[in-house]
């Protein structure tokens, strides 16, 4: 598998996403709805996606095939926006993030990935698919933090942006937390 410059990959297993990335002026608000509350960890202008498939550990051969399979996928553009803000809570903290609409092109763009996954036996996507940006994390003991952020900007929202193209991610961990890096990207065309 090569990187985004053509240059060969020397890892044997590469952690693996499908994922929209927002367009600057989205992103910008999104940031802007962040606060500098120390409780919370932030999300990274350069990590703000919406994940359409969390692929995981793969070898070479199987990221391979999957980058180009993915190339396969046929869907017409279409547009979303901003529309809300939430939080899901999890046994040792949670998440906050903005939720997005219509959710129907989404969905059926995350399945026909689901489904080219299952076809490189790929184990079923269990959890379902509830399309938002992640924009801050929590531990158990900010969970007051986190509802203060979803208060204050509960009514979030933009205009229409139009989506027309997916990526597949590696992402590589650190000490430092996760970096994200373009293994390809994909132009949604119409069947």
């Known amino acids: 598998m090569t990187g985004p410059r053509g240059e060969a990959r020397t890892a044997a297993m590469h952690r693996l996403f499908v994922a929209i990335r927002p367009p ?6 999104l940031i802007d709805a962040m606060d500098d509350s120390p409780e919370l960890r932030w999300v990274s202008d350069d990590n703000l996606h919406l994940t359409l498939r969390f692929i995981g550990d793969v070898e070479r051969p199987l990221a391979d095939d999957i980058a180009a399979a993915l190339g396969r996928i046929r869907c017409e553009p279409f547009d979303l926006r901003i529309a809300g803000i939430g939080a899901f809570e999890l046994r040792h903290g949670g998440a906050v993030w903005a939720g997005v609409q219509p959710r129907e092109p989404l969905t059926m763009l995350a399945a026909k990935v ?7 036996s ?7 698919f509830h399309p938002h940006f ?27 942006f139009a989506v ?23 132009r949604l065309e119409p069947s």
């Open 164 to 186: 027309d193209r997916f990526t597949l991610f590696e992402s590589r961990l650190s000490r430092h937390g996760a970096h994200y890096e373009v293994v390809a990207e994909y």
């Open 114 to 120: 689901e489904r080219l996954c299952q076809t490189a």
């Open 122 to 128: 790929l184990t079923p996507e269990r959890r379902a």
């Open 24 to 29: 600057e002026p989205v992103r910008d608000l």
């Open 134 to 160: 992640t924009l801050a994390r929590w531990n158990r003991w900010s969970a007051a933090a986190a509802q203060r952020l979803v208060e204050r900007n509960r009514g979030l929202a933009s205009d229409p």
